[in-house]
């Protein structure tokens, strides 16, 4: 949660922490909590499973859990794109699927090097989301239907590419098999990454509070910014040693952070982000305000169609072989249900790329002390939907809330016009 103020409201006994403390109020008083009941569900739900099996929180299962999120958690990133526009993709397991059939297919079958088939695989999700954009976007087609559209026709494609074995194994060696298998266990390299990050984040945060505070806009406190850069740095060095103690640090884990971060400020940061968050507030809205919402809808859809393929990569990578397994389902649900789970609202205009990360460990870790206990995989879908439920339900609560104190602030306003 974000301790934003203004500085007129800097005053002689107005301390960090008591602008802290006071903006905690406030989002508690407005109920935009953002990403603190995901943090909580998280935190839960390791204390839950560490207890029932000491097993869960070891070197070894969290080094796995690290690597199992990446496949997923690419998907849910573009979903949240998606999201932020208020609609839904429902081709993007299809998308992975296919993904990984074109770079098989091209690597294996054709013969072609494995960096370009990656391209070519990478470019057909991103070229078949901006199909699916154009048709949403320039002839007025609903999203739900065209990726509905998208989801079958895609998934056949995988299958006529796969035929007849249903399955192209790759090499365990290659440049895609080592995306999830490459570790890192240096301590000058896992160490230094770990401290390189934490200072980017400083300095990036401070640079972002004085231009703020220059420009009279509301912005962090320094001792947030402190606050904040020491959390992080915890995070970071105990991820770092933790891994540590089994493999080290995984690849694929770096090149989703990676991922997540240049999602994260391209949507904060760039005019183009901060007009994909305008969409999601308000399609006429943004209009008048000068966005071309068609061009807009194109692109984040293209967007999500690549980076369903980069996740479906993942996949097989993790399977070393290009299989229907993405484009069975599971894939779809589980990375739409990371994407809210985080915090991202299914009416648009609300998340954030950090969205996935927490949502997709929560239903990893879900899943991975469901399997230390033995429970079976049918069980761990009801899990699984029962928690989708509960996020859903709090996201609707939470905008009714805000709709009435809109309508509320009108009234009043009104009657103060009237008076």
Same mark, same amino acid.
């Given at each position: ?46 204390? !839950? =499973?560490?207890? $029932? &099996?000491? %097993?869960?929180?070891? #070197?070894?299962? /969290?080094? *796995? @859990?690290?690597?199992?999120?990446? +496949? ?29 059939? !074109? =770079?098989?297919? $091209? &690597?294996? %079958?054709?013969?072609? #090097?494995?960096? /370009?088939? *990656? @391209?070519?695989?990478?470019?057909? +999700? ?294």
């Amino acid at each position: 949660m974000s301790c934003a103020r203004r500085p007129k409201e800097v005053g002689p006994h107005s301390g960090p922490l008591r602008a802290c403390v006071g903006a905690v109020r406030r989002k508690l008083h407005d109920r935009e909590l953002g990403p603190a009941p995901a943090l909580i569900a998280l935190a839960v739900t390791w204390m !839950v =499973f560490h207890g $029932l &099996n000491d %097993n869960f929180l070891s #070197p070894r299962n /969290l080094s *796995v @859990l690290s690597v199992d999120i990446v +496949g997923t958690g690419m998907v849910a990133v573009g979903v949240v794109f998606v999201l932020l526009i208020g609609e839904i993709d429902l081709s993007v397991g299809s998308l992975a699927g296919l993904a990984g059939a !074109v =770079f098989a297919t $091209l &690597n294996v %079958n054709v013969g072609m #090097p494995e960096w /370009l088939a *990656v @391209l070519v695989a990478v470019s057909c +999700g991103a070229a078949a989301g901006s199909v699916h954009g154009f048709f949403f976007a320039r002839i007025g087609v609903p999203a739900f239907v065209v990726t509905l559209a998208g989801l079958l026709a895609w998934n056949g494609l995988m299958i006529y590419l796969l035929a007849p074995e249903s399955a192209i194994n790759f090499s365990d060696e290659g440049l895609v098999a080592k995306l999830t298998s490459r570790n890192f266990g240096a301590p000058v390299a896992t160490y230094g990454l770990a401290a390189l990050g934490t200072t980017a984040y400083l300095l990036v945060t401070y640079h972002d509070h004085r231009r703020r505070s220059a420009a009279g806009m509301p912005f962090r406190p320094v001792g947030e910014i402190w606050a904040r850069t020491a959390l992080l740095a915890v995070v970071a060095f105990a991820t770092v040693y933790v891994l540590g103690r089994f493999q080290g640090l995984p690849l694929a884990l770096l090149i989703f952070l990676g991922v997540i971060v240049a999602s994260d400020l391209f949507l904060r940061r760039t005019p183009y982000g901060r007009q994909v968050l305008a969409l999601g507030g308000g399609v006429e809205a943004a209009r008048r305000a000068g966005v071309d919402v068609a061009r807009v809808r194109i692109a984040v859809f293209m967007v999500s169609g690549g980076l369903a393929a980069v996740g479906g990569l993942f996949v097989a990578s993790r399977l070393t072989s290009a299989s229907q397994v993405p484009a069975s389902g599971t894939l779809l649900i589980s990375a739409v249900a990371a994407a809210i789970i985080g915090g991202t609202s299914l009416f648009g205009g609300r998340g954030s790329a950090w969205s996935a990360l927490l949502g997709v460990l929560i239903l990893q870790s879900i899943a991975s002390g469901m399997a230390l206990l033995g429970v079976d995989p049918p069980v761990q879908l009801m899990i699984t939907g029962g928690v989708l439920l509960t996020a859903v339900g709090f996201d609707a609560l939470t905008r009714r809330a805000t709709e009435s104190r809109r309508r509320a602030g009108a009234l009043t306003a009104g009657e103060r016009r009237s008076a």
